[in-house]
């Protein structure tokens, strides 16, 4: 094994975990969320000679699983909208949705960034990082987000909400 292979596999090692984690908390769920991961570092392989050169390439793999992540959430959506007009079920919105649910329902980037700000603790400047976003874009997805989920959840949202 050559120098760069085993720096990947270091990478791979240490990275995989926390990217994983990421993908299935937009995700929810695990197989599909590993099948994302696993393609976003193959993709990372590809490009290995040149991403490993970032400053940040851990943020590079992490974007890239993310707009993977987006992708399927928006095929899903469609689909269960498609879905959901051919049943004429009665609309699920419901005021006492719990926040794992609230946060399912949240347009793709919103619940990226809820996922990167508040259930992994970054700060937004590493958000503007990982997503590829300017830092107005990362708060008016939290604003919007909390927005929405105060709706959904049936309460206020403060000024200094975080």
């Not at 490993?52 to 987006?70: G, L, M, T």
């Not at 609230?102 to 958000?127: S, T």
């Amino acid at each position: 094994m050559n120098e760069a292979h085993l720096e990947y596999a270091w990478f791979f090692r240490a990275e995989f975990p926390g990217v994983l984690r990421t993908v299935f908390l937009i995700l929810h769920d695990r197989s599909r969320s590993e099948d994302v991961t696993q393609e976003a570092f193959i993709q990372l392989l590809t490009h290995w000679k040149k991403v490993s050169q970032y400053e940040r390439p851990d943020a590079w793999v992490r974007r890239v699983a993310i707009r993977q992540a987006v992708r399927m959430m928006k095929r899903d959506r469609t689909r269960t909208e498609l879905e959901r007009a051919e049943a004429t079920a009665p609309d699920p919105d419901l005021p006492d949705v719990d926040l794992a649910r609230a946060v399912q329902r949240l347009p793709a980037m919103q619940r990226v960034a809820v996922v990167l700000f508040y259930f992994e603790d970054r700060p937004i400047a590493e958000i503007v990082d990982i997503l590829g976003i300017s830092d107005g874009s990362v708060k008016v997805h939290l604003h919007r987000a909390r927005q929405r989920l105060a709706a959904l959840l049936g309460e206020g949202v403060g000024q200094d909400a975080r």
